[in-house]
């Protein structure tokens, strides 16, 4: 442990440099994963090193020297975002924390939730032009994370797993992607679609985990009824956030079919919106791309040829669109 911050020794850097994070936004632990540092003028000294521990000692030493940031080295920041994903619940639901630096804890863990997206999910070059647009979609979402009770939804949400969450923020890339340039979504109501892409599983929070877990054609009756009952049970836990109609569509109709197949009210063809039936196809996609309990993740090759087997169900243009993000094409505007 590092009683006394001393003078860092060529601390390594990337290109990003050091980066700064609340010393509210640091459990105590026992041996930390990346070390942290003080800022004095324009040089860095490492207050603790990696591995060591972390405790109410050090924090009060921080508060007594009126320090309000401490200092991450950009080259360990993918442990931070490990650390932050894995923390994300807590301090979230940390009313100690001030609410501005809750939000922002949660659009830095869903920043680089989102990174790994791009890098892992989608095509190099569509990466490099449009990532920029989804992070500052993230950054305005940060309004809606602020309102009292918007926070513990969406801490709800991340407390169920890195799984759950990375497919609500995969939908949500993929649905904005389908829906920018459509003329059968405005520009101005992208937003609101990717809030609700980003909170459409929020009721299966409220659904038993041995459930989800189950292959859903092993499933009862009664227990379907049970995990099918998650959309009109996200809707309700956001009754009191003020929710935009587009959301508020997408949490409770994105299982619903162009052919009238889906939950919960039967809804087809025209008498859906676009950028719902686009969720609907971003959804079902992302979900076969990841492994499940019950089976291995499919190819997307394999996903799309089940979906195109299973295409009745789907929205033509919207699976068009999905195919052209995937393959980097640019999505036509008509």
Known sequence: MTDQHRPAQ??????EGFFPISPLMIRNWSKGRFALYLRQGPSFVLYTSKGDAFTDVHRRKLDDMGVLQVYVDGAERGAYASYLLENLPDLLLDENIPMEQRSEAWYQGSLMALRRVFEERLPKGLAKRRFGELSDMLRTGMAFFNQNGALKQVARLVARGYKSYNHSLGCAVLTYFVCAGSPKVHPDRLHAVCLGALL????????????????PDTLSLGERDKVRAHAAAGV??????GLEHETVNCILFHHERVDGSGYPSG???????????????????DNLTRPAPWRPARTPYEALRYMKM????????????LINVLSGAEVPTQ
């Open 267 to 285: 809804i087809s063809g025209e008498a859906l919106p676009f950028y719902v039936k686009a969720l609907a196809v971003c959804d079902v996609y």
């Open 10 to 15: 060529d601390p390594p850097q990337d290109a």
């Open 236 to 241: 309700a836990l956001c009754a009191n956030l």
């Open 310 to 321: 299973h295409r009745d169900g789907f929205d033509v243009d919207a699976m068009r669109r």
């Open 200 to 215: 459409h599983d929020l009721g299966k929070t409220q659904v038993a985990q041995d459930l989800l877990d189950r292959d």
